[in-house]
């Protein structure tokens, strides 16, 4: 069956080439004129509202030089049409890279525009949920525009539509069009903040022992911070009245090796808790330069460290639960 | 999907010199027709607001409350001023006052963008005023500043002060939308008649006027406005036969002469040897009068240029009255070109009593007169001797023909004829039909224009108002005879004209006088141009729209077939102007003329070039896809290359003529996609 037959696959593909609203275009769209929107600005629409006055003037007073004049004027807006068309028309938007960031950040996406014509003015780049950017084209150059979408919460985040639009010359017409492209940056969970203290790390034992290995050589108190092991609370100081308080123990600042454990985590976080802490040590281990492993339910990234082990472990974390491989 | 600019940008200092530029542009052109405290209201706004210090806008108190109240005073003073307001003359005026308060007012570019508006429509309303080729030239540079000043509306980040480069971008996008404007100029329906009742009100009459009171048409003769224009179809009648008949007044209260009103259908005058077929373009007067040379033979139509290639029915625009008037359908508000025969000839067959009841009233004053014309009938033995001899006395007595003369009060024709002896055409014809009245004989004055002056540049006549004059008609033996007392008393008026008439030292209008100087030659040359903007331009009016489009075979069409044809045109031109667009850009880099030539090349032959893909690549693809010129391709791509990324060593003439070479060496597409 032919997708003209089915109506609802009909509507689909012209909502489709309308709005784009699927993120289903190639690497390049070349902007042409079954892609380009125009309608007049509201500025355009008062001065064809004038237009439209002086003619019917100039009718009712057989003013053959305002009909000249009205039609002068109507040529120049007919010019300025063809100008803003020209304006987008033969632009090749490409994505170039998307960024990464925390939840409640920014994540950068960068898109190339190549103009292979003359040269191109106020070329505004919108992208659908973040701000603006306006870049003029010189003859045969190509530009990189970055656009910045707001990442309210971790996992991946889509580019969204864009629409590359100008209202170049004389602000009478709009010009837009829409490219979807189907990029997309990561969200890291945002790190638990107050940044919590990195747990106790030893070459090749697990959370829980080295916390126990650990008791004898308490060296001091410091702030609680919620998340803490219960059994490295000081209840004695709690018990008292003077405030709550965590043991600290000798070797918790060393540099030897860390294992991050999904299982180890305090059992009243929930997910995204635990990922948050989990984000927020990484970023600490990364701070004191320490190389860590990290375990979570399906995923076990061997211990390192360097910005692409950061990386990679920040993305196991924002994919969380990670994706089953097909 | 309406783009809305942030309205919170105030306006800048460049962006408001720009808009300053548009508005004093558009008022400019009406200062001479406006009041003079409007003048000055409504540009010293623009200045202030130009005093004020920039970048500033007024307080938001002055704004919210006193521009208000300001306009709604001006609008009561133009009303009071005026006496009425919804009319086109209030109207611009308070449209002129109403861009100085937007003016000051405008703090966004928002509020720019309504200004331009204001400000066309604006400019537009100087045509009211006067269609001459200086107001199409004033209103130019006023188009350019729109489309600059919407440039910068439109830019609110440029602080630049560059003002070229929007005019001149404006310039070419006008030029560009030319053809477009010429199309629509031609091809637009125009209107036969008003939409509204408005063009009523429009303009002050000029030229002769239906009543007629000492001094009355020697004012007129102090104007060189043209008052209509002739094509003669044959050459031209002597000086002395030009009597150009207007209106026919046969009341007379004492002191001033006045038309009849309606008395009925005229007959026009027998076919005779010396018939005359001529084209007259008539300036618009607001008068209903058509002028015609006497006697005219048939109703004035419509100028065509072939009468027999238009079917159906010809409208008449005109009726010729009882006393041989042509009063045309309506008020003559625009040029109108018609074409009219007339037999030359100095008298016409009266029809019936009508006539003579009406044009032998005569008011109980200036006794001197009516004794004087009793006395004299009383010697003569019939009509015509006693016409004669009123004549001579004209001719012997010392009459002076002036066109200062003193101002007459009480008996008027008997301060003249016996007092003053000093006047005008309108003394002469009045006090001769006075005369004649007196003395029994019916009696009218005829206005209209003697004479006229041939331009040589392009051989028609020009009519202007200092040919206005005044003559009398009597009524003998059934028959209307013309008599031109004036010419008794100044016979070279009719033969030569006013200005060789009027003796020297009197304030002749320049164009009327007789010595043909450089200048008077300069402005009979600048009136030829004049006459083919009058026709060509301003004069294009439903009739001469016809004509051309039967000139193009379209006179046939239907309304949708004007606007497919039209709809067609626009599309045409818009290609046309995105591929001459496209055309200059690639014969700006010959190198990427070259190389796009190329792609196109190969794409036609099965390998077209990816978009990311970049020249070295795309030779290696290419060059692995035929083998056979892989060297050649190479090199192509490789001296494209360094032309467009390499270093500019001074090669560039030589690599540009290589790559030329290179890309002709290539086989033809066909050989290539087999």
């Given at each position: 069956m032919s997708t003209a037959a089915n109506p609802r696959s009909w509507i689909a593909s012209w909502r489709q080439r309308l709005w784009?609203?699927?993120?289903?275009?190639?690497?390049v769209v070349v902007l042409r004129h079954r892609r380009i929107y125009i309608l007049p600005t509201r500025r355009g629409l008062a001065l064809i509202a004038t237009l439209a006055i002086m003619l019917l003037t100039s009718m009712n007073y057989s003013l053959s030089l305002g009909h000249a004049l009205t039609f002068l004027v109507a040529g120049l807006v007919a010019s300025a049409l063809l100008q803003t068309y020209r304006n987008l028309a033969g632009i090749a938007a490409s994505p170039l890279a998307a960024g990464e960031a925390f939840a409640g950040g920014q994540v950068a996406f960068t898109l190339s525009l190549a103009n292979a014509g003359a040269a191109r003015q106020a070329i505004v780049v919108t992208s659908r949920s973040g701000g603006s950017v306006s870049v003029d084209l010189p003859a045969t150059a190509t530009r990189q525009v970055q656009l910045t979408v707001p990442a309210p919460r971790r996992g991946r985040l889509a580019l969204g539509r864009v629409t590359l639009s100008t209202d170049f010359p004389l602000g009478l017409w709009r010009g837009w069009a829409y490219v979807h492209f189907p990029v997309t940056g990561i969200v890291y969970p945002a790190?638990?903040?107050?940044a919590p203290h990195l747990p106790p790390g030893l070459q090749g034992s697990d959370f829980r022992r080295s916390a126990r290995a650990a008791d004898a050589e308490l060296a001091g108190l410091r702030d609680y911070h919620p998340g803490d092991p219960l059994n490295r609370i000081a209840w004695k100081a709690v018990a008292r009245g003077a405030g709550w308080y965590t043991k600290q123990f000798e070797?918790?600042?060393?540099?030897g090796t860390l294992e991050f454990h999904w299982a180890e985590l305090?059992?009243?976080?929930?997910t995204e808790a635990r990922l948050s802490r989990l984000a927020a040590w990484i970023l600490a281990a990364e701070r004191e330069a320490r190389a860590f492993g990290l375990t979570l339910p399906g995923v076990d990234l061997p211990a390192g460290s360097g910005a692409g082990h950061r990386r990679a472990a920040l993305c196991a974390l924002a994919l969380f639960p990670p994706e089953r491989a097909p | 999907m309406i783009f809305a600019p942030s309205p919170a940008t105030p306006l800048s200092r460049w962006q408001l010199a720009w808009l300053a530029a548009l508005v004093v542009l558009a008022q400019v052109p009406l200062w001479t027709h406006l009041r003079l405290w409007i003048v000055i209201a409504g540009s010293g706004l623009v200045a202030l607001r130009i005093a004020l210090p920039a970048d500033r806008p007024p307080p938001a108190r002055l704004r919210r409350w006193l521009l208000p109240l300001l306009a709604l005073a001006v609008a009561l003073s133009i009303r009071w001023d005026f006496?009425?307001?919804?009319?086109?003359d209030p109207c611009v005026a308070f449209l002129y006052v109403l861009v100085g308060i937007k003016f000051v007012e405008a703090k966004s570019p928002r509020d720019g963008g309504l200004l331009v508006c204001l400000a066309l429509f604006l400019a537009l309303t100087q045509f009211f005023y006067g269609q001459s080729i200086a107001s199409a030239a004033i209103a130019l540079p006023a188009v350019l500043v729109l489309g600059g000043a919407l440039a910068t509306l439109r830019d609110t980040s440029a602080a630049t002060n560059e003002w070229k480069a929007p005019l001149a971008a404006t310039a070419r996008m006008l030029l560009q939308g030319i053809p477009l404007a010429a199309l629509l100029f031609v091809v637009f329906p125009r209107l036969?008649?008003?939409?509204?009742?408005?063009?009523?009100?429009?303009g002050a009459h000029s030229g002769l006027s239906d009543r007629m009171a000492p001094g009355a048409i020697s004012e007129l003769s102090l104007s060189d406005t043209v008052a209509f224009r002739v094509d003669f179809n044959g050459p031209p009648p002597p000086p002395a036969q030009r009597y150009w008949r207007g209106p026919v007044l046969s009341r007379f209260d004492g002191f001033e002469w006045s038309m009849l009103p309606w008395v009925g259908r005229g007959a026009l005058a027998p076919p005779g040897a010396r018939a005359i077929e001529y084209t007259v373009t008539l300036e618009p007067h607001n008068r209903s009068w058509l002028f015609a040379l006497e006697h005219p033979r048939s109703l004035p139509r419509p100028?065509?240029?072939?009468?027999?290639?238009?079917?159906?029915p010809v409208r008449d625009i005109a009726v010729l009255t009882y006393d041989q008037q042509l009063l045309a359908?309506?008020?003559?508000?625009q040029a109108i070109r018609y074409t009219q025969r007339s037999t030359l000839a100095d008298s016409f067959a009266a029809r019936g009593d009508a006539d003579r009841r009406d044009n032998l009233q005569l008011p109980r004053r200036n006794p001197r007169t009516i004794e004087f014309a009793r006395e004299l009938k009383s010697r003569a033995i019939s009509d015509r001797a006693y016409i004669a001899a009123v004549l001579d006395w004209f001719r012997k007595e010392s009459f002076t023909y002036t066109l200062a003369p003193p101002l007459l009060e009480g008996d008027t024709v008997d301060a003249f004829l016996f007092d003053t002896r000093r006047g005008f055409c309108e003394h002469y014809a009045g006090a001769f039909v006075v005369l004649l009245r007196a003395a029994g004989i019916p009696a009218r004055v005829v206005t209209g224009y003697q004479g006229g002056e041939i331009?040589?540049?392009?051989?028609y006549m020009i009519v202007r108002d200092s040919d206005a004059h005044a003559w009398a008609e009597a009524l003998i033996a059934g028959t209307w005879q013309r008599f031109d007392p004036t010419a008794a008393v100044a016979p070279s008026r009719v033969e030569r004209g006013l200005g060789a008439a009027?003796?020297?030292?009197?304030?002749?209008p320049y164009l009327a006088r007789l010595d043909m100087t450089w200048l008077k030659s300069l402005r009979l040359h600048w009136d030829a141009v004049n006459y083919q903007w009058q026709r060509g331009?301003?004069?294009?009016n439903l009739e001469r729209q016809r004509d051309l489009l039967r000139d193009f075979g379209?006179?046939?069409?239907r309304p949708w077939q004007v606007v497919a044809l039209v709809a067609a045109v626009a599309f045409a031109w818009g290609l046309a102007i995105l591929g001459f667009a496209r055309a200059r850009h690639a014969r700006s880099d010959p190198a990427v003329a070259l190389w796009s030539r190329l792609c196109r090349r190969l794409g036609r032959a099965g390998l077209p070039r990816r978009t990311d893909e970049g020249p070295l690549a795309y030779a290696r693809r290419a060059a692995s896809r035929w083998p056979q010129w892989s060297e050649l391709l190479q090199r192509i791509g490789e001296t494209y290359a360094a032309l467009r990324y390499?270093?500019?060593?001074?090669a560039r003439d030589q690599r540009i003529a290589a790559l030329r070479k290179s890309i002709a060496a290539l086989p033809r597409g066909r050989t290539m996609r087999s």
């Open positions: 784009r609203i699927a993120p289903a275009d190639p690497g790190p638990e903040s107050p070797g918790t600042g060393g540099s305090p059992p009243g976080f929930d | 006496g009425y307001f919804l009319a086109r036969a008649g008003p939409l509204w009742g408005a063009p009523a009100d429009a100028a065509e240029d072939d009468p027999f290639a238009s079917p159906g359908t309506a008020p003559v508000t331009n040589p540049n392009g051989g009027l003796p020297q030292g009197e304030p002749v331009v301003v004069g294009f379209l006179s046939g069409a390499g270093p500019d060593d001074g």
